[in-house]
């Protein structure tokens, strides 16, 4: 079945550094990835749609600039978190779809990255 | 507008007791539903999807039903397990900026203790 890889499940870092999250599809090419950010007991809230060779598309209140996403090729999209703070710890998911159609679209999520900023 | 609203939690059930998590959604046309699950330090999983009026999902002994007339899709299970211990979302996909991305429900906690 189509799996979704990321890396790295877990990453601590010092504030101020900035941390990269790739997002793969493994056996599948995915033209649109998402990102999610999980709040603790609280649901995902989508942070970006990331289209293969162009620019992401943010959702309001989401800095695009903090949150750089690239989707270089159809397998890969990546999250980098610039100038990271303690309030961007979170647990970052993204997720990509298997096809165009409404009807029976599902998305493949990958395991999730926790991130800890210090 | 397009949403899905669900039962907060958390909730709490003793082994082999039934669960119901409720879940109602709006739309202006019949939208495939979803429920996904989240175990403790694990990503989201899909549980089980109905893709059109009165289709009923189903796995590992969860069933949900998509009801038109009462735009739900409840969340059922006769008997569950300490292992289904976990949060459950419900879902549905909302077209938008060109493509298809999932929107949720705030998600419910369950704890089923022994």
């Known amino acids: 079945g189509a799996v979704v890889s990321q890396h790295p499940s877990r990453v601590i870092c010092k504030s101020g550094t900035s941390v990269k999250i790739e997002c793969r599809s493994l056996?599948?090419?995915?033209?649109?990835m998402f990102w999610y950010r999980q709040f603790p007991k609280q649901s995902l809230m989508l942070m970006a749609t990331s289209n293969e060779g162009s620019k992401a598309t943010y959702e309001q209140g989401v800095e695009k600039d903090k949150f750089l996403i690239n989707h270089a090729s159809l397998t890969l999209s990546t999250l980098t978190v610039t100038s990271a703070h303690p309030e961007d710890s979170s647990f970052y998911i993204c997720?990509?779809?298997?096809?165009?159609?409404?009807?029976?679209?599902?998305?493949?999520f990958g395991a999730g990255s926790r991130l800890t900023v210090l | 507008g397009n949403s899905v609203t669900q039962m907060e939690g958390p909730v709490t059930l003793s082994e082999e007791a039934f669960l119901t998590i409720n879940c109602t959604y709006t739309a202006t046309g019949y939208p495939s539903l979803f429920w996904y699950v989240q175990y403790p330090g694990e990503g989201l999983q899909l549980l089980l999807k109905a893709t059109k009026a009165d289709d009923k999902g189903s796995n590992k002994g969860f069933e949900a039903t998509y009801r038109k007339e009462t735009t739900s899709f409840h969340l059922e299970k006769g008997s569950v397990q300490v292992s289904d211990s976990a949060v459950y979302f419900c879902?549905?996909?909302?077209?938008?900026?060109?493509?298809?991305?999932?929107?949720f429900g705030k998600g419910t906690k369950l704890s089923v203790i022994p």
């Open positions: 879902a549905r996909p909302l077209f938008w900026a060109g493509s298809y991305q999932l929107t």
């Open positions: 056996d599948f090419q995915a033209t649109t």
């Open positions: 997720s990509a779809s298997l096809g165009t159609g409404v009807g029976a679209n599902v998305l493949t």
